[in-house]
Nanobody, 129 residues
Framework: VQLQASGGGLVQAGGSLRLSCAASGGTFSPYAIGWFRQTPGKEREFVAAISANGDNIEYVDSVKDRFTISRDNRDMNKNMVYLQMSSLKPEDTAVYYC????????????????????WGQGTQVTVSS
C-alpha cells in the first residue's frame, strides 16, 4: 500500500486547508490512519488519527476544536482520509504526513509513530502571520 498526501499550501493565519490521504496499490480500510507533522530540527509529532472502523478519533491537544479527521471507507477503490484544518496558526506550519497502522482491533486509534506500517510522502503546510 502506498499513501499519497495532498492539499498543503500557503494560507494566512485564521484560514483553512483540507489535506487528503489516498491509498494506491491496495486498500487501507483495515488500517487506522493518522496525520503527523514535522518541522526542521524537531521530531515528527502526532496530530490526529482515526480508527479503521471510523468510530474512534484522537487529536493532539493543540489542534482539538480546530482540526477534524475523517475517512471514507465506503468505496474500496477510493479510500480517502481527510484532515480539515481550520483557524490555522503559524505554529501549525510543518510538513504533514499521513500514516497507516494495522491494529489488532479496528477500533484502535492510538498512533505513536513507532509501529507505522506505511508513511505517505508529506505535504507542506505554511501558515503566515
Amino acid at each position: 500500500v502506498q499513501l499519497q498526501a495532498s492539499g498543503g499550501g500557503l494560507v494566512q493565519a485564521g484560514g483553512s486547508l483540507r489535506l487528503s490521504c489516498a491509498a494506491s496499490g491496495g486498500t487501507f480500510s483495515p488500517y487506522a490512519i493518522g496525520w503527523f507533522r514535522q518541522t526542521p530540527g524537531k521530531e515528527r509529532e502526532f496530530v490526529a488519527a482515526i480508527s479503521a472502523n471510523g468510530d474512534n478519533i484522537e487529536y493532539v491537544d493543540s489542534v482539538k476544536d480546530r482540526f477534524t479527521i475523517s475517512r471514507d471507507n465506503r468505496d474500496m477503490n477510493k479510500n480517502m482520509v481527510y484532515l480539515q484544518m481550520s483557524s490555522l496558526k503559524p505554529e501549525d506550519t510543518a510538513v504533514y504526513y499521513c500514516a497507516a497502522e494495522l491494529f489488532a482491533r479496528r477500533t484502535s486509534a492510538t498512533m505513536e509513530g513507532r509501529n507505522i506500517d506505511y508513511w505517505g510522502q508529506g505535504t507542506q503546510v505554511t501558515v503566515s502571520s
